[in-house]
């Protein structure tokens, strides 16, 4: 796919999707995300190893975190925007992503990351980066990463925790119950009655009223499903933008970090495990 005529990358690293190819696959732009997401990747860990040690240089050093943070996360943001484009044209499509391992769809929920999953990775990082600092913490002194979390912060984020898995949990209900619809009397008669056609003997004395039935029945089922995806995106959205809030601008590179080793190297994995198979 030429990157000049549906996505391009700018100078300034911003992931830009051109509508006046709109039957590119969106396989093609999550080819250029993962280059994005590594470069973004690379940034963030150049940065947080530069920590100075003077303190007039760590604050000009924690500025400019902080801008690589919010470069970050609009590269995030610009992700969402061209994802719900395809949506609106494919959904179907986007629920079952074919750019994706089926390592990756094995742990998909409503065609991306579970929200309440960035919780899981937080305390995860905390974790790890707690050991690893702990004779420094014994010691009174400041680690500047996750394992220095504050009372307050820990607060806010169990509260968005919360919040985050109740509304998780209501787009599931939703998609369950939307699920159930494929068995519904409408469903169930069209079915019936398509299964007839195919037993007429003349192709050309068909009804094709039954086709168009079928055709408005499924747009119907579709823009539910879009409704659906659309509240995960936003939920994964606005769950990644929360936490780093939370966050100092250090400790939500940390994050971030962690979040792009986990995507990439699980995709990774996934790529190399199915090349491995169909050797």
């Known amino acids: 796919m030429s990157s000049s005529n549906a996505l391009i990358c700018n100078n300034n690293s911003d992931l830009i999707y051109n509508q006046e190819n709109e039957s590119e696959l969106f396989s093609g732009f999550f080819e250029i995300w993962l280059g994005e997401q590594n470069c973004d990747l690379e940034a963030l860990i150049v940065a947080v190893n530069a ?44 629920l079952s992503p074919s750019w994706r391992s089926h390592l990756e769809d094995a742990f998909l929920w409503v065609g991306g990351w579970r929200p309440s999953m960035a919780f899981h990775l937080l305390y995860s990082i905390l974790g790890l980066q707690f050991e690893a600092g702990f004779s420094e913490l014994t010691r009174g002194l400041s680690t500047d990463d996750l394992a220095n979390l504050s009372p307050s912060q820990l607060a806010l984020v169990n509260d968005l925790q919360c919040r985050t898995i109740k509304a998780e949990k209501a787009l599931t ?74 966050l100092s601008p250090i400790q939500a590179a940390h994050f971030l970090i962690g979040a792009a080793e986990l995507h990439l190297r699980v995709h990774e994995w996934g790529t190399k495990r199915e090349a491995h198979l169909d050797t």
């Open 51 to 94: 920590k100075p040690e003077s303190a007039q240089l760590k604050a000009e050093w924690t500025r400019s975190l902080s801008e690589l943070v919010d470069r970050v996360m609009s590269h995030y943001e610009n992700y969402y925007r061209v994802k719900s484009e395809s949506v609106d044209h494919d959904v179907v499509g986007m």
């Open 173 to 246: 209900e939703a998609l369950a119950a939307h699920q159930e619809t494929v068995a519904d009397t409408s469903m169930v008669e069209l079915s019936h009655l398509a299964t007839e056609l195919t037993r007429e003997p003349n192709p050309l004395t068909r009804d094709d009223s039954v086709g168009r039935r079928v055709d408005a029945m499924l747009a119907v089922k579709e823009d539910k499903l879009v409704d659906i995806l659309h509240g995960a995106d936003g939920l994964r959205v606005k769950t990644l933008k929360k936490v780093v809030e939370i």
